[in-house]
């Protein structure tokens, strides 16, 4: 085992994987000698040269449109994307292209198009550069949405990603310096697959991205009031596991579902249908199912500000705590 970081980690699974097939190719701005816009590409253009990392103009739209025609044409490209919030400006050959046309050829042609861009906050980069916008893809039939948290995961799920046949938006937290322990030999995590970072009994707390490490901090100070949270990183939005799921909360008998993005149109609405949908989880639930979210507004710049819309520990030992005194 070896302790790295999660730019490390994306760093190693593009080495690898550019290594393994030289048409798996880097497109977007400035991936090569200014090492991408969070430094996660640095050093791939001296190794690989310019043929495998492609810079490009200031155009999101035509970034993907390019790579969408590649991908159809038999090459792996690989785009990142400065900031998530761009994504609007790329949506139109994601949405239109990308997703369909396995469909509309029949199964003639494929896309395999991994789509790299960091979402959500941490940054003070403000309401253009701070939003949490997977719910809006994940509408979208033919599309794979990967949202990891550790070195680990995303390590292994960015691996599986550039060798699916499909194109997968794979989505980055922005604290690309956290830390943590991956195996030095080479593996894959399936995507659509989930994980237990914590095993409990009490309360499911149910999270993706960057709030798997609230989360995991709230079911600690949790663990004080004598309350076993279980927290489930789903890992992968579309496809969602929602046996582990099911699982979880067949087995707690209480679920929260935590997020960065707003809570109406979120994620967590679908995740919670997903549980309320199915007679034995929802047949066990001692209480209703609750959702930490961020708050209905347009991130601030200032920090405090922004700290403030995001689900903190406090908001969920608090929802927690609540679903016990309730229950009684």
Do not use: W
């Not at 309401?127 to 680990?152: C, D, M, R, W």
């Not at 691996?159 to 943590?180: I, N, Q």
């Not at 347009?298 to 309730?326: C, Y």
């Amino acid at each position: 085992m070896k302790k790295i970081s999660c730019r490390e980690a994306i760093r190693e699974a593009l080495f690898e994987e550019m290594a393994r097939d030289q048409d798996v190719v880097l497109i977007g701005e400035d991936l090569g000698c200014y090492g991408g816009c969070f430094q996660v590409t640095a050093g791939l253009i001296e190794r690989f040269g310019t043929h495998q990392v492609i810079e490009t103009p200031v155009s999101e739209e035509a970034i993907v449109g390019v790579a969408v025609g590649a991908a159809m044409m038999g090459m792996r490209p690989i785009v990142e994307i400065m900031y998530g919030d761009f994504s609007t400006l790329a949506s139109d050959p994601l949405i239109n292209h990308a997703a369909k046309m396995r469909f509309l050829s029949a199964g003639k042609l494929s896309v395999p198009l991994v789509y790299r861009t960091p979402m959500g906050s941490g940054t003070g980069a403000a309401a253009q550069h701070t939003q949490s916008l997977e719910s809006v893809f994940t509408n979208i039939p033919g599309l794979k949405i990967v949202y990891p948290s550790t070195p680990y995961d995303l390590k292994g799920l960015l691996k599986s990603a550039v060798r699916d046949p499909d194109p997968v938006l794979f989505f980055e937290h922005k604290l690309y310096g956290v830390e943590d322990l991956i195996p030095e030999e080479e593996y894959l995590i399936e995507i659509g697959k989930g994980d237990i970072k914590r095993q409990g009994a009490d309360v499911s707390i149910i999270t993706y991205g960057k709030t798997v490490f609230t989360a995991m901090e709230a079911a600690r100070l949790l663990e004080a009031d004598e309350i076993s949270a279980e927290v489930l990183d789903v890992r992968t939005l579309r496809p969602l596991d929602t046996d582990l799921i099911l699982q979880s909360v067949s087995k707690t008998g209480r679920a929260v579902v935590v997020h960065e993005a707003p809570t109406f149109g979120g994620f967590a609405g679908e995740i919670v249908a997903t549980i309320v949908g199915d007679r034995r989880a929802f047949g066990a639930l001692k209480v209703s199912v609750e959702r930490v979210c961020g708050l209905e507004m347009p991130t601030p710049f200032n920090k405090h500000l922004e700290l403030a819309l995001q689900p903190s520990v406090e908001r969920i030992v608090d929802t927690v705590t609540h679903m016990f005194t309730s229950s009684v």
